[in-house]
């Protein structure tokens, strides 16, 4: 007779979500979880290790990003079903939201392992009620197509009535802010946050049009959430 493999009542996958800047933004289950985890999925292990060398974490680290996510599933998978308790970490935020996540997720459900979500710290929803918008119905867009099909879903979003919620990159946000003056209007109001919970965190608000122009001249610097009025 084959020996059975015993499951503690924590097995299976945590999703735990991490500060998106400030490091005091983490719950105290999070930190229980990461501490008795078999082992921590980072997204940047030297990101997350600045994070759990803070809290005094030592659980082991093994990288899992978009560029070897589907490579790895089946054998995290394979560990999980063997009573692991492994924890699923991206460098800021909750995994699985513009971050590695889903494909795991998916594939636990499918093999019937156990997932657990925490709640906690996430960029989107401070953006949200910063911005002076309306904020009881919105559309979280994440990351824009970078080439193929960005156009297309601009033009989309055009007649959206709902607030929008898009991420960006400090790079990325004057061609961003620009493209979308041109499709949904110059006047449409917009906010844009950026270093949230840090020392020099910022949100401006105004029109497309004047805040293309603020960050023409005005380089920016750190991540971006850009929150945009619907039709």
Known sequence: M????????DWGLWLVPTPIGNLADITLRALD???????????????????L?????????????????????????????????????????????????????RSCLEQRIPVHALP???????????????????????????KKGRQTRLTALAEETRTLVFYE???RIVKTLTQLADVLGK????????????????????SLASLKEHFTEHPPKGEFVLIVEGA
């Open 2 to 9: 084959e020996n059975q493999i015993e499951h503690t009542d």
């Open 53 to 105: 060398k803070h809290y005094d974490i030592s659980s082991p680290m093994r990288s899992y990003h978009m560029h070897n996510e589907h490579k790895a599933v089946s054998t995290i998978t394979l560990e999980l079903s063997q009573g692991k308790k492994i924890a699923l970490i991206s460098d800021a935020g909750s995994p699985g939201i513009s971050d590695p996540g889903f494909l795991l997720v």
């Open 169 to 171: 990159s400090p790079h």
């Open 187 to 206: 006047e449409r109001k917009a906010s844009a946050s950026r270093e949230l919970t840090k020392k020099f965190e910022e949100t401006v608000r105004g």
């Open 120 to 146: 906690g710290a996430t960029a989107l929803i401070p953006a949200l009620t910063l911005s002076g918008l309306p904020s009881e119905r919105f559309v979280f867009e994440g990351f824009l197509p970078q």
């Open 33 to 51: 979880v990461l501490r008795s985890a078999d082992l921590i999925l980072a997204e940047d292990t030297r990101t997350s290790g600045k994070l």
